[in-house]
Every structure is written in C-alpha cells, then in structure tokens.
T-cell receptor, first 115, second 117 residues
Framework: ETGVTQSPTHLIKTRGQQVTLRCSSQSGHNTVSWYQQALGQGPQFIFQYYREEENGRGNFPPRFSGLQFPNYSSELNVNALELDDSALYLC??????????????FGPGTRLLVL | AQTVTQSQPEMSVQEAETVTLSCTYDTSENNYYLFWYKQPPSRQMILVIRQEAYKQQNATENRFSVNFQKAAKSFSLKISDSQLGDTAMYFCAFRRTQKRSGDKLTFGTGTRLAVRP
C-alpha cells in the first residue's frame, strides 16, 4: 500500500510569485486535507477536498486555492506569495465516508521558503 | 471553535523510563476524536494513537497509552519504556465527528520530547 506522497520536497520562491504543490493520496483514500505548519507551530487547516469538491476551508485568504483530480490526487496553489507563506505544507489523506473522514494520514510535506 | 492546549513546550526522559505528555482541549461538542501525532526531524506526521470520545476505555498501542478524562477535557499521552526513536515533536489534535465545514484537525502547539541515552 502506497502512502501519501508530496512534491516537491523543498521549494524557494520570491515574493509575488505563484507556487503549486502536489499531493498523491494513499491508495483507497478519496479525501485530501492541506495544512500549513509555520516553524515551531502546530499545523493549521487550509482546506479539504472530498471527491473533487472543496469540503471546508480554514482561515486562509482566497489566494490559497486547491484542486482535486479524479484519481484523488490534489494540488495546492498559492498566488502572490508573501514572506509569511514560508512554512511546511502538509497534505493528509483519509478514507472518507458519507459521515466522517476518520483518521488522516500525512505526507512528508513540502518546505516552502519565500524570499 | 475548538482549541487544543499543550502546556509543556519541551520534555526530557531517560531511555527506558516513562514520560507523560499533557493536552487539554475546549469544545462544546459531545462526540469527537482525539489524536496524538508524532513528528520526528524527518517532518512526516505519524499517527501514534486515537481515542473516540464516546469510548470510556483508554486507548493503548503497544508502549503508548492515553489517559482520557472527558469531563476535565484532558487527554494525556504516556510513553512507557522510552526509546531513542521516540525523540520527536508530539502534537495533540482534535476533530469533530460531524461533517461540518470539513473534518479538520485542530492541533496544539506541540511538545518536543528528547529521550536521553
């Protein structure tokens, strides 16, 4: 069984640029959640996708957007990068049912540095 | 809104000893899940243990066990026979059971555990 994978592992961008981060969910999982983890902090929920539709969003501005594909992989896009966007971005997948998404399993993360 | 508090930024334990990490949370929900995740230097968040709020019995997973006190909204993690590989950041997390605005995890700020040889 393949776990959650993310690409790239590290990324350096400059302020104002756009970035796309990718996540492949664990086999059999149809729900993907994205989290931002600033240095020394706990992860903060960005949004979740369930069967290709957004299923909840945290307190992040619209320049954070996402997409989920038919194979349940997902992308996180961030436009107009700001210095504070520098963080570890974690993707988590879960089996997903009509009632509850159960336990979330995390990928290794993408470390984004905005200069 | 739910909040999760971990009041111990750092902990240290001798190898083979037992250590307890504290977590408290605040919610008006009656049914929910609580988790402990471990994040080693490799960064990958690894599930350690999970507790359903409707279950009175404390969850255990090998050397890891929890003390779940629902009325006190407390959820501590006990690690027995600590091993060097247990050195990591530990996060306590909360999730509602109702599918409402996404089943997001709400995390605490973490406790850095160092296991000394």
């Amino acid at each position: 069984e393949t776990g959650v994978t993310q690409s790239p592992t590290h990324l350096i961008k400059t302020r104002g640029q756009q970035v796309t981060l990718r996540c492949s969910s664990q086999s059999g999982h149809n729900t993907v959640s994205w989290y931002q983890q600033a240095l020394g902090q706990g992860p903060q929920f960005i949004f979740q996708y369930y069967r290709e539709e957004e299923n909840g969003r945290g307190n992040f501005p619209p320049r954070f957007s996402g997409l989920q594909f038919p194979n349940y992989s997902s992308e996180l896009n961030v436009n107009a990068l700001e210095l504070d966007d520098s963080a570890l971005y974690l993707c988590a997948s879960s089996p997903g049912t009509s009632r509850s998404q159960e336990t979330q399993y995390f990928g290794p993360g993408t470390r984004l540095l905005v200069l | 809104a739910q909040t999760v508090t971990q009041s111990q930024p750092e902990m240290s334990v001798q190898e083979a000893e037992t250590v307890t990490l504290s977590c408290t949370y605040d919610t008006s929900e009656n049914n929910y899940y609580l988790f402990w995740y471990k994040q080693p230097p490799s960064r990958q968040m690894i599930l350690v243990i999970r507790q359903e709020a409707y279950k009175q019995q404390n969850a255990t997973e090998n050397r890891f066990s929890v003390n779940f006190q629902k009325a006190a909204k407390s959820f501590s993690l006990k690690i027995s026979d600590s091993q060097l590989g247990d050195t990591a950041m530990y996060f306590c997390a909360f999730r509602r059971t109702q599918k409402r605005s996404g089943d997001k995890l709400t995390f605490g700020t973490g406790t850095r555990l160092a296991v000394r040889p």
